[in-house]
């Protein structure tokens, strides 16, 4: 059975190029393209990995992942891995994101090849 990624971002291109990437790895992948979308989905589905982007509109990828892990916490179920992935270098926002304690954290333009092998080291 593949494993189960969630994939958190609102641009289409990288969701599309990162879907058929992972897919084409044998991975499942399901998107969403906004934080309320993916509390909802991790709600209903078990994930074996999240990959969020940090930059988005309204709620962004690490308060997404932190109320995600509140909620899982309520639930009495362990933390999902994540792997951030920006195109904004910032400091502090690295900091914030640390906190979460990411399986990594790539910068956009990434090459496939570092995202595909992140995903595979930690989903192996």
Known sequence: ?????????DEELIIRSLRKLLEKNAFAV?????GQDALAM????????????????????IETIKTIYENLEKRGLKRIPVIF?????????????????????IYKP??????VDKVKGVLK
């Open 110 to 115: 990434f090459e496939i090849t570092e995202l």
């Open 30 to 34: 399901l998107v969403a393209k906004n």
């Open 85 to 105: 992935i920006t195109g904004y270098a910032n400091e502090e926002i690295e900091q914030e994101a640390e906190t979460l304690k990411p399986v990594a954290y």
């Open 42 to 61: 991790v709600e209903e589905e078990d994930f074996d990995l999240i990959v969020a982007d940090v930059r988005m509109p309204g709620m962004n990828g």
């Open 1 to 9: 059975m593949p494993k189960n990624i969630l994939l958190i971002d």
